[in-house]
């Protein structure tokens, strides 16, 4: 079983739509999650972080995390075109190496 | 956060040769890694790049294969040698920072480069 799971979509929706996206995790051993967002050629750039459980808001944005049940999940408000890209969640543990693991990535299309 | 620069940032190369990949940051960074992407995938980590030291590498990586340069606090290379088609990838730079909370909180990518190898 991988770390951490990811549904890969694709996943498309209309402009304005709430979108959903979801993760789950297997080992306890983390100390924060990270959802990055991935336009096509380019690199993961940072969307937002959480320590802990309960949401995190930021814009049209909200990070939530559960721990009882290992569930992450990212929430796009009022999405927009703008907003079509894949979305990789990421955990890291408090050990030395700061290693990120990733999930798949979902890839999300918000059509016009 | 700091600002990656990465090239090239693609390549076409023929089996058995090699391509280093370079990463110029634009400040001093403690940590620096090296990530795979392939096709469809996501990322996989290849290695930590020591600032003086050996590279440390992850489970199915080896020196051989994917030797690290890491000079100084800003600067990093990434050669993939005796390519395979198997090599063929996204190979992107990363490097971790602070975010002011306690650790290394914010992670920052470089935005590849996309190896095809013939």
């Known amino acids: 079983q991988k770390e951490v799971e990811q549904d890969p979509g694709p996943l498309s929706v209309p402009e304005g739509a709430i979108v959903s996206l979801n993760c789950t995790y297997s080992n306890s051993a983390f100390q924060y999650f990270m959802w990055y967002r991935q336009y096509s050629r380019k690199g993961p750039e940072l969307l937002m972080y959480t320590y802990s459980s309960g949401n995190k808001e930021d814009g049209r944005f909200t990070a939530q995390v559960d721990k009882s049940s290992k569930y992450i999940s990212l929430f796009i408000r009022d999405s927009q075109p703008s907003d079509s890209a894949t979305y990789l969640c990421?955990?890291?543990?408090?050990?030395?190496?700061?290693?990120?693991?990733f999930g798949s990535g979902t890839r999300l299309l918000v059509r016009p | 956060s700091a600002v990656i620069s990465q090239k090239p940032s693609r390549d076409i190369c023929q089996r058995g040769t090699s391509l280093t990949i370079q990463c110029q940051v634009d400040s001093q960074v403690t940590m620096m890694f090296w990530y795979r992407q392939q096709p469809g995938q996501s990322l996989t980590l290849i290695a930590t790049?020591?600032?003086?030291?050996?590279?440390?590498?992850e489970s199915g990586f080896v020196i051989d294969k994917f030797p690290i340069s890491r000079p100084n606090l800003t600067f990093s290379t990434l050669t993939v040698s005796n390519m395979s088609p198997e090599d063929s990838s996204i190979y992107l730079c990363?490097?971790?920072?602070?975010?002011?909370?306690?650790?290394?909180?914010?992670?920052?990518f470089g935005s590849g480069t996309r190896l095809t190898v013939v």
């Open positions: 990421a955990k890291r543990g408090m050990d030395s190496s700061y290693k990120l693991i």
């Open positions: 790049a020591n600032q003086g030291s050996e590279a440390t590498y």
């Open positions: 990363s490097v971790a920072w602070e975010l002011g909370i306690g650790g290394w909180d914010g992670y920052t």
